[in-house]
């Protein structure tokens, strides 16, 4: 198994460009997630999924958008870049086994907005 | 809503040291703790992992507590080793797989 991979590794985006984060597993893990990580803030939580055809939002949306058309496919748009969503940006995902669920985090992608 | 503190922000030890990793957080409303460490540029690795109903998971060297009534979790880590230099992120799931991360510990063990 490849685990969780994301793609670009590194991406440098104008203000107000658009693109698409791209994040892939291939465990059949039914829960996938997007965060952000910023210097002195810890991860946050942008959108999780509990399956596909379903997403929520998490603690920080705002600029961007998801979907989950396929158990191994959780892609994360951004619709306007703005230098505030200058971040590493992590894929999670996650499936019960034997009633625990523990989370498998990708290797991120690094994203500067200018 | 869930905050989640981890003390101390860094850490500096001579190999061989034992030494204690905190994480408190402020809602006992959890399914699971998870530990995780991150090397400089790179993912997160799980270490450990703890469920609600459990005191305790250890994994070779390392062991995790957890008291879900007072808000704590403790990761020891015995014999510290230069290869442990990282940072060590402690995460609660509030439910949906929903992880609400500290802002890590970062460790640093000499030789």
């Known amino acids: 198994n490849a685990g969780v991979t994301q793609t670009p590794k590194f991406q440098v985006l104008k203000t107000g460009q658009s693109m698409t984060l791209q994040c892939a597993q291939d465990?059949?893990?039914?829960?996938m997630s997007w965060y952000r990580q910023d210097p002195g803030m810890g991860l946050r939580l942008i959108h999780y999924?509990?399956?596909?055809?379903?997403?929520d939002q998490g603690e920080v949306p705002n600029g961007y958008n998801v979907s989950r058309s396929t158990t191994e496919d959780f892609p994360l748009r951004l619709l306007s870049a703005a230098p505030s969503q200058t971040s590493v940006y992590f894929c999670?995902?996650?499936?019960?086994?034997?009633?625990?669920?523990?989370?498998?985090f990708g290797p991120g992608t690094r994203l500067t907005v200018t | 809503k869930q905050e989640v503190t981890q003390i101390p922000a860094a850490l500096s030890v001579p190999e061989g040291e034992n030494l204690v990793l905190n994480c408190s957080f402020t809602?006992?409303?959890?399914?699971?703790l998870q530990w995780f460490r991150q090397d400089p540029g790179k993912g997160l690795t799980s270490l450990l992992l703890?469920?609600?109903?459990?005191r305790e998971q250890t994994s070779g060297r390392l062991n995790a507590s957890l008291d879900k009534s007072s808000g704590r979790s403790t990761l020891y880590i015995a014999a510290s080793q230069p290869g442990d230099s990282a940072t060590y992120l402690c995460?609660?799931?509030?439910?949906?797989?929903?992880?609400?991360f500290g802002t890590g510990t970062r460790l640093l063990v000499s030789p």
């Open positions: 999670a995902s996650s499936y019960r086994d034997r009633g625990v669920y523990e989370q498998y």
């Open positions: 465990m059949n893990h039914e829960y």
């Open positions: 999924s509990v399956g596909a055809g379903i997403t």
């Open positions: 809602d006992s409303a959890i399914y699971n």
């Open positions: 703890i469920q609600s109903s459990q």
């Open positions: 995460a609660v799931n509030t439910g949906f797989q929903k992880l609400v």
